[in-house]
């Protein structure tokens, strides 16, 4: 079942398109900041952005750390979001439940399949930042104010767990997009309330008014894998923010579970 669903997915366009903007705009991103290196940073933001064209690492990160808050949060909520609800709009979720296949078993199918291409999807923008930023900027130490990574190792050994940890947190957009995609039959919708979260959940976090309420927020600890290279201020944030992923994670699987094994496809 797992297989069948992985070739499903493989075999839509809008997959490949996915992947062709992830890693597309990593390249695009290195040949405009080549092109004109006075204008890839202002002064401002984390200062491997700043110096972005300094090293294909910094390149790199300078990647997963912008599209981690927007760009790959749509494709992950696109993997969510159509997780059920692409199939009730193609009319064929009622076919898949004749089959003696438990409620269950097809959501988690769903969920699993939909989370490997989430991560492909992380891995995808980590490779593509490396390889542009390596053949663009050269394949020297990570460079910067602050940074205390010294050697290529070192640091490509953090981009590896950065990746890894962005993985989790992408985590409640995609349980989210599910939750939504039991609930209704419009694949739109539920893609949409997915990023919606992010967007929503970044903008109160930007609220400091809000003082501690926006610690449980479930963006909050996104960006938290950049304590791997600069002095740390709290080394339990990575820490704090694999846990609030998970919870909410699991908050929103446990209602689409829910949800999905009381609904009515026949309607």
């Given amino acids: 079942m797992i297989a069948v669903e992985l070739v499903k997915q493989l075999r839509r366009l809008r997959t490949w398109i996915a992947f062709g903007f992830l890693v597309g705009v990593p390249v695009v991103a290195g040949i405009a900041n080549k092109l004109n290196p006075g204008e890839s940073g202002d002064g401002e933001g984390p200062p491997f952005a700043v110096a972005t064209t300094a090293s294909g690492l910094n390149h790199a990160l300078a ?8 760009f790959l949060v749509i494709v992950v909520a696109l993997f969510g979001g159509e997780t059920i609800a692409g199939e009730a709009n193609w009319g064929t979720l009622r076919y898949l439940l004749v089959r003696p296949v438990a409620r269950r078993r097809l959501l988690l199918t769903k969920l699993l399949v939909a989370f490997v291409f ?6 995808a923008v980590t490779f593509s930042g490396l390889a542009s930023g390596i053949a663009l900027f050269g394949w020297k130490p990570l460079q910067g104010p602050l940074i205390f990574t010294t050697s290529q190792g070192e640091a490509l050994y953090g981009l590896t767990l950065s990746t890894i940890y962005v ?3 992408m985590l409640p957009v995609l349980t989210f997009g ?11 919708g539920a893609i949409g309330g997915a990023f919606g979260l992010s967007i929503v959940s970044q903008i109160l976090d930007a609220i400091t008014g809000l003082g501690p309420i926006r610690y449980a927020l479930p963006t909050h600890y996104t960006t938290a894998w950049i304590n791997l290279f600069f002095p740390i201020d709290d080394p339990f944030e990575m820490v704090r923010g694999t846990m609030l992923h998970l919870v909410y994670a699991l908050v929103f699987l446990g209602v689409a579970l829910w949800w999905f094994q009381r609904k009515d496809v026949l309607s």
Avoid: R
């Fill in 167 to 169: 993985v989790g947190a």
């Fill in 178 to 188: 599910l939750m939504l995609s039991t609930m209704t039959d419009i694949p739109a």
């Fill in 63 to 70: 990647s997963l750390g912008f599209q981690s808050v927007f």
């Fill in 118 to 123: 989430a991560t492909a999807a992380t891995f």
